[in-house]
T-cell receptor
Framework: KQEVTQIPAALSVPEGENLVLNCSFT??????LQWFRQDPGKGLTSLLL?????REQTSGRLNASLDKSSGRSTLYIAASQPGDSATYLC????????????FGKGTKLSVIP | GAVVSQHPSWVICKSGTSVKIECRSL??????MFWYRQFPKQSLMLMAT?????????EQGVEKDKFLINHASLTLSTLTVTSAHPEDSSFYIC?????????????FGSGTRLTVV
């Protein structure tokens, strides 16, 4: 059974700092890995999608890497802003048929002005 | 881009009543939709997989008679919480995957906050 772990569970940084969020998964047989952002009481917003054949994806100040063989992904946020404060979720797509997403518990990020 | 609309965004109901939550894919056809439940400070837990035109597949521990799922069209799936009780209070989120787009990301609705009083 696929398990996804995110470290740290919570992170507080001053505005302007660069930061890294970590995600690990137990079964390397994934189709892709997706990073989401969730604001309190809201749904999920997709940030980056990395296919199993890719090593990284970039969008603006965000960069996500994937090391499928070691079961790890990182989300790098450059020049953090207070508006980046949210919970960041990592999810991997595995399985045949319905292609289920397995989520980590998330990292709650607080960027202090 | 792919957009999923979920309605209502919040609902308060009395214990014993039923509540229906709708999930619509606005600009793509979704052969498969997923329903998740999220407790405070917890991650999303998959409840069931909804396939258009067939019965939903429920995860272990999820009561199919309590959480009725209907996916009658390629753009609409509904989750009905029947005979709701306070312990059913939670945040419910749907997501959709377009037909044949295994290599694309999933799109999520904005969620429904259910409070049973």
């Amino acid at each position: 059974k696929q398990e996804v772990t995110q470290i740290p569970a919570a992170l507080s940084v001053p505005e302007g700092e660069n930061l890294v969020l970590n995600c690990s998964f137990t079964d390397s047989a994934i189709y892709n890995l997706q990073w989401f952002r969730q604001d309190p009481g809201k749904g999920l917003t997709s940030l980056l999608l990395i296919q199993s054949s890719q090593r990284e994806q970039t969008s603006g100040r965000l960069n996500a890497s994937l090391d499928k063989s070691s079961g790890r992904s990182t989300l790098y946020i450059a020049a953090s802003q207070p508006g980046d404060s949210a919970t960041y979720l990592c999810a991997v797509l595995t399985g045949a048929g319905s292609y289920q997403l397995t989520f980590g518990k998330g990292t709650k990020l607080s960027v202090i002005p | 881009g792919a957009v999923v609309s979920q309605h209502p965004s919040w609902v308060i109901c009395k214990s014993g009543t039923s509540v229906k939550i709708e999930c619509r894919s606005l600009d793509f056809q979704a052969t498969t939709m997923f329903w998740y439940r999220q407790f405070p400070k917890q991650s999303l837990m998959l409840m069931a997989t909804s396939n258009e035109g067939s019965k939903a597949t429920y995860e272990q521990g999820v009561e199919k008679d309590k959480f009725l799922i209907n996916h009658a069209s390629l753009t609409l799936s509904t989750l009905t919480v029947t005979s709701a009780h306070p312990e059913d209070s939670s945040f419910y989120i749907c997501s959709a995957r377009a037909a044949g787009l295994r290599n694309y990301g999933y799109t999520f609705g904005s969620g429904t906050r259910l409070t049973v009083v």
